[in-house]
Each structure stands twice: as C-alpha cells, then as structure tokens.
C-alpha cells in the first residue's frame, strides 16, 4: 500500500523560505514521477512542480526560479525547497505520484502560510 506524508509546513513571513518533504513507502521515488500541488481557500488544486523518474523537473510560472524540486534516494524522500515566499503561495501543499496522465496517489497535505 502507497502512503505518501508530507511535513514541513508552517507560517513565514513573506521573502522566507520553507522546505517541504514528502515521505513515501510502498513506492520507490526514483522510478517513479513525483509531483507538488497546492490548493488554495477557495480555489481549484494547481501543479506546483515535477520531478520525472529520470531526474526532469518542472514548474509552475508562478513558482518557477523560486521553488525547487528534489529527491533524496536513500530516504525515499521528495523535497520542495521554497524561497522568496509570497503570500499567494499560501496554501495546502501536497504531494502525489503520477502515471501517465493521472495522479493516483496523494498525501494528506501540509499547510503553508505566508503572512506578516
């Protein structure tokens, strides 16, 4: 069974910066793509950012050259480093894997405040 967790979240002042981290078990990270949503009060889910088994990465325009994807192997571990945070950035973040077409796993989400 795929469980996905993500920690991490918390309340920053905007301009800060907070690592998010998304621990998996019953899936192994590197053969797998990895993703970052976020939801926002009020708002539909949006793609955050990708990380391909094959090491690609993508962004959203909104967090591109502020966010940053990564992996870490040996704790079957997935990271979204984000700096110069802005308060539209506040939402729930979470993580799920990807198939294809479809996002068939997800965690239970990690909240992030931007607020001064």
């Known amino acids: 069974q795929v469980q996905l967790v993500e920690s991490g979240g918390g309340l920053v002042q905007p301009g800060g910066s907070l690592r998010l981290s998304c621990a998996a078990s019953g899936l192994i990270v590197s053969r797998n793509n990895m993703c970052w949503f976020r939801q926002a009060p009020g708002k539909e889910r949006e793609f955050v950012a990708r990380?391909?088994?094959?090491?690609?990465?993508y962004y959203s325009d909104p967090v591109k050259g502020r966010f940053t994807i990564s992996r870490d192997n040996a704790k079957n571990t997935v990271h979204l480093q984000m700096n110069s945070l802005k308060p539209e950035d506040t939402a729930v973040y979470y993580c799920a894997r990807n198939v294809g077409y479809q996002y068939i796993d997800w965690g239970q989400g990690t909240q992030v405040t931007v607020s001064s």
């Open positions: 990380i391909t088994w094959s090491d690609l990465t």
